[in-house]
């Protein structure tokens, strides 16, 4: 059974950090580019993040360049999105898919982030 456990979300003030974490099974992780994508309250999904299988690659969106890092460990099977400097319109759920566009062969439940005073 193919899974994808999205984990780390949760509320942080303006200016804060959160590192998300995603745990895979059931697939060749490492066959596999592996992306961050959110959607935002009220708003459309929008990817934010990508990674080459062996991670010599990363790309990101323009509004999250300069203060969030894409990662994976292909040890663990686990992607990671540290996120620094969080602004509100950062919040979002953030899921962890497989590959780079649409459709997105796997994804995770998800984890809901809260950027608040």
């Known amino acids: 059974e193919v899974q994808l456990v999205d984990s780390g979300g949760g509320l942080v003030q303006p200016g804060g950090s959160l590192r998300l974490s995603c745990a895979a099974s059931?697939?060749?992780?490492?066959?596999?580019?592996l992306s961050w994508v959110r959607q935002a309250p009220g708003k459309g999904l929008e990817w934010v993040s990508g990674?080459?299988?062996?991670?010599?690659?990363?790309s990101y969106t323009d509004s999250v360049k300069g203060h969030f890092t894409i990662s994976r460990d292909n040890a663990k099977n686990i992607v990671y999105l540290q996120m620094n400097s969080l602004k509100p319109e950062d919040t979002a759920v953030y899921y962890c898919?497989?590959?780079?566009?649409?459709?997105?062969?796997?994804w995770g439940q998800g984890t809901s982030v809260v950027v608040s005073s």
């Open positions: 898919v497989t590959g780079w566009i649409r459709p997105f062969e796997y």
């Open positions: 059931g697939f060749p992780f490492t066959l596999y580019a």
């Open positions: 990674i080459h299988r062996n991670g010599t690659f990363t």
